[in-house]
């Protein structure tokens, strides 16, 4: 079988497409737990603004942020807004360099960190 340039070309743009879909997926949160080393509880969520706060300093979210919430019997779902965050619910998350949360695990999925 003769490949000519235009298939090599098509067949490298469907791959280099695929592997950065697949890198936007986020982490499944038990799959790298160092990801929620901050922990607290949110004692209260503004939708409008995107502000959490969590053990009393305030946070932003966004639509970008990530949200896994583990049930009462340990089932793992994901959350779409930030609105799906209870208040006054135990929390591990990530921030990133400004600040803002980028992940969120609602829910006793996570360990306590030692102290």
């Known amino acids: 079988m003769k490949l000519s340039i235009r298939h090599l070309v098509t067949a490298s743009l469907c791959a280099a497409a695929t592997l950065s879909l697949n ?3 986020p982490l ?29 300093k305030r946070y932003k979210g966004n639509a970008n942020t ?6 009462k019997q340990g089932r793992l779902g ?3 807004t930030l609105a799906d965050i209870p208040a006054n619910t135990r929390v591990s998350f990530a921030t990133s360099a400004d600040g803002t949360v980028t992940q969120v ?6 360990m306590p960190m030692s102290q």
């Open 23 to 25: 890198a936007a997926e």
């Open 66 to 71: 990530v949200i896994f919430i583990v049930d």
């Open 78 to 80: 994901k959350g779409r």
């Open 28 to 56: 499944h949160p038990l799959s790298n737990p160092s990801l929620y080393e901050q922990q607290g509880y949110v004692s209260n969520v503004d939708t409008a603004t995107g502000a959490m706060t969590i053990n009393g």
């Open 105 to 110: 695990l609602v829910g006793n999925g996570i």
